[in-house]
């Protein structure tokens, strides 16, 4: 299988960002001048805000193609890892744009409320605005297919933006047609609903990006994957710990510990190690750049049965997740093993029970018990 090429992944990533950018800027700046001369004709405060509503989407592109140069810039001695989460922060702005727009369209339609005027429509205004729907549902579908497709933020977010702006239109459109054969004007009032839900959108997008930079549990997907191809190797018992660290779309670094068997040498350790890493990359895209090591006991019966004691204990408990390091030193009468706990109890007062508990089993024994966080979807 031939192996991939970052550098050259993340060029041809930021060149289809760029692309898709640039085609929903000249498209937005299009249909923001055609709408614009219609609503001031027509006195369609509808139409002119739809026209803003298209300014707002170009200003969002150049964001995203902006936010992506930043983003692709090489690590340096200040940012070893890259500026991979400028992206998060230009979808962040991106999605504050689109919550401004929301938020003025519902001003603008109450104002119209509470002071109306007469539209004035002709058919030719009509055409280019339903012209203009057509145009944004293509516009739409693209920009979001394509930033689903290289896993950009700022462009699904675009694409939904222009969804929603394709719905606006088209509510326009419908208002306009009622005014012509009723001569009833409900533009402000659908205004108001469409606002509502472009200011919906606006949060979504924004507390979707938030917890992009406050960092969120891995996909159970990929963690369940990496495990898998951890597993597949003999040497390997258990795959635990597994923690993703990421530093902007398609940039994830991760660690793990992997349970060995104590009779391993470090010779065998670090060839087994290599094999991992590269494996791992190859078949997920993930840098594999941490990897610890559990021992387990081998030979000693005595060993495997207090193993399986303690861990009937440990698991007696709903919060503790998953029990695993278990290694047993008879000679120095010392035993450690790790436990994954959940959210519902504090890691201080499990280790207290956990202490007080097997103390007692165990009096001849030192305990060392090492708390681990539920991270992984699969842990």
């Known amino acids: 299988m031939e192996q991939t090429n970052p550098a050259a992944a993340a060029v041809s990533r930021d060149k289809v960002i760029i692309r898709t950018s640039i085609i929903g800027i000249l498209t937005n700046v299009l249909l923001a001048a055609f709408k614009a001369v219609i609503g001031i004709v027509s006195n369609s405060i509808a ?45 962040m702005i991106v999605a504050g744009i689109v919550l401004y ?63 929603f702006d394709a719905i606006l239109s088209g509510s326009v459109l419908l208002c306009a047609i009622i005014f012509l054969l009723a001569h009833v004007s409900l533009e ?14 606006g949060i979504e997008m924004m507390i979707e990006t938030l917890n992009d930079i406050l960092g969120i549990r891995a996909d159970k997907e990929t963690t369940d994957r990496i495990k898998q191809l951890l597993m597949e190797e003999p040497e390997v018992q258990g795959a635990f710990d597994l923690i993703l660290y990421n ?50 006991n081998t030979g000693d019966t005595e060993a495997a049965r207090i193993q399986n004691d303690v861990r009937q204990r440990v698991l007696a408990h709903d919060w503790a997740v998953q029990f695993h390091g278990f290694y047993l030193d008879e000679k120095a009468r010392q035993m450690r093993f790790d ?13 207290q029970i956990l202490y007080d508990e097997i103390g007692k089993a165990y009096p001849d024994y030192s305990l060392q018990i090492a708390p681990d966080v539920d991270v992984s979807a699969s842990d």
């Open 47 to 91: 139409v002119t805000l739809d026209a803003v509503n298209n300014l707002s989407d170009a200003l969002s592109s150049i964001i995203t193609i902006v936010g992506t140069k930043l983003a692709g810039k090489l690590p340096d001695k200040k940012h070893p890892l890259g500026y991979g989460r400028i992206e998060y922060l230009s979808a």
């Open 101 to 163: 727009a929301g938020i003025t369209s519902a001003v603008e339609s109450v104002k119209k409320i509470l002071h109306p005027e007469q539209p004035d429509y002709s058919i030719v205004s009509l055409v280019i605005i339903a012209v203009a729907v057509a145009v944004k549902i293509v516009l739409g579908r693209y920009v979001k297919a394509q930033g689903k497709k290289v896993n950009s933020g700022s462009l699904v977010a675009s694409g939904s933006d222009a969804m």
């Open 188 to 201: 402000p009032y659908v205004g108001v609903v469409i606002s509502a839900f472009i200011i919906k959108s």
């Open 247 to 296: 530093y902007g779309p398609d940039k994830n670094l991760a660690s793990v510990h992997l349970e060995l068997p104590d009779t391993m040498s470090v010779q065998e350790v670090d060839r087994l190690t290599r094999r991992v890493e590269a494996k791992v990359y190859k078949e997920t895209g993930v840098f594999l750049t941490g990897v610890g090591v559990y021992s387990y």
């Open 339 to 351: 436990v994954v706990m959940s959210f519902d109890i504090k890691p201080s007062e499990g280790l």
